[in-house]
């Protein structure tokens, strides 16, 4: 019985394709490869000496998607598949509402006519807006999505819900990440968008190899120790790895679990810089600049109810996150 990963060439999907596959599951990939380039399928293949099927297919393809689930003994879905650029979204919010909620939904109605009815799906921390932290997933959401990107995510989490409600052969899990950041150990995967980057570490990365000039630090006058805001950065190995946690339970499961995936410790945007600056011996110039718009001040998840319902935790320190975000980037700039 396989996992289908659709969005398995992206960020994060390709290092949990190598967890999975490593964990000796078998593995089918669905990527339009929108955001994705082919070669990614080789390196995974490289990392774990193990062959998975790939197709490139849009997950709003009925008829492709169909064709998979006919090809393979497909038993769960991980569903990473969507476009995820928070400033892109404000633009194209239509495009958004279409590829994440269009596209969830077609995956859905497909995997219902093959009577495979159990899903992980990438959620996100920006679903918890202005709470306060520590953020739990008992906590209310769905009042202040501040982007379209983020309003997907709380669109597909009721939907999601309220399929669970309509049938309990369904098992659905929400994983809330909260910031991945690193890379595959081995340098071969790991996270380079197009354009000029708007999350932290992507844009980190293009300054040590000196493709950018200087990073801008937005806002140093908010109310936290050093006055830059507070994340809780994952290592995307780590968080790959929480995705076999779940499809373990999910194999088994009915109705639906939120699980928050994040180490429960924020760092500062000055800490990131910092710690980088010092495992990597290498100098980021920054500067501070006004706070950017939409921004909240402080954001770190509890992370306990994963770890005592799905037995996950991080074992990754900043410093390897740090590491490993420069070793990938050297590796793809050289
Ligand atoms: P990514 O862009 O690297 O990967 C997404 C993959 O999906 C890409 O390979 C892209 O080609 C593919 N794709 C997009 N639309 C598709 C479609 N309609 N059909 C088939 N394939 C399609 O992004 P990522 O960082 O790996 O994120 C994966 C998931 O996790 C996304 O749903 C994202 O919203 C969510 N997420 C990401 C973060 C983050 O900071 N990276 C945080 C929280 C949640
Ligand atoms: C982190 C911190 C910035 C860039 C976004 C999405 C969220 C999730 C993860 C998908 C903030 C500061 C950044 C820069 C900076 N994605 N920063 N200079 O905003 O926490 O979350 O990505 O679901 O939904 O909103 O992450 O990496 O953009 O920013 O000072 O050039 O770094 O202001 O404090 P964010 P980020």
New binding site residues.
């Given amino acids: 019985m396989a996992v289908l990963v659709t969005g398995g060439t992206g960020y994060i999907g390709s290092v949990t394709c190598v967890k999975l596959l490593q964990a000796g599951e078998e593995v089918v990939i669905a990527d339009n490869l929108s955001n994705s380039d082919i070669s990614v399928t080789d390196r995974i293949k490289k990392i774990t000496g193990k062959n998975f099927s790939f197709y490139k297919a849009d997950v709003r393809d009925k008829a492709a998607m169909r064709d998979i689930f006919a090809k393979h003994k497909i038993e769960a879905c991980i569903h990473f598949a969507g476009l995820?650029a928070?400033y892109e979204s404000i633009s194209k919010p239509l495009e958004y509402y279409d590829n994440n909620i269009g596209g969830t939904i077609a995956l859905l109605e497909i995997m219902k006519e093959a009577n495979v009815k159990k899903i992980v799906f990438s959620s996100?921390?920006?679903v918890y807006g202005n709470n306060e932290p520590p953020f739990s997933e008992d906590m209310e959401i769905g009042l202040e999505t501040t982007n379209p990107?983020?309003t997907t995510?709380l669109f597909i989490e009721k939907i999601l819900g309220d399929l669970a409600i309509s049938d309990p052969e369904w098992g659905v899990m929400l994983l809330r990440?909260f910031?991945p950041i690193g890379a595959d150990e081995s340098g071969l995967l790991g996270d380079d968008p197009n354009g000029i980057p708007?999350?932290?570490?992507p844009?980190i990365q293009r300054v040590a190899t000196g493709k950018l000039p200087k990073?801008?630090?937005?806002?140093n006058d908010y109310e936290t120790p050093d006055g830059?805001?507070i994340?809780d950065y994952i290592h995307v190995a780590d968080l790959a790895r929480g995705h076999i946690n779940a499809v373990y339970r999910v194999r088994t499961m009915s109705g639906i679990d939120i699980y928050n995936l994040g180490t429960g410790t924020g760092y500062s945007?000055l800490d990131i810089v910092k710690t980088f600056m010092k495992v990597n011996d290498i100098d980021v110039p920054f500067e501070y600049a006004p706070r950017?718009d939409g921004?909240v001040v402080t954001?770190f998840c509890d992370p306990t109810k994963a770890k005592r319902e799905i037995g996950f935790t991080t074992e990754k320190t900043l410093d390897d996150m740090c590491r490993d975000s420069y070793n990938f980037i050297k590796k793809l700039t050289n």
């Avoid at 708007?198 to 570490?201: E, G, K, Q, S």
């Fill in positions: 995820k928070v996100s921390a920006t990107y983020g995510k990440y910031n708007t999350n932290l570490m844009y990073l801008f630090i937005y806002g830059t805001c994340r945007v950017r921004d954001s």
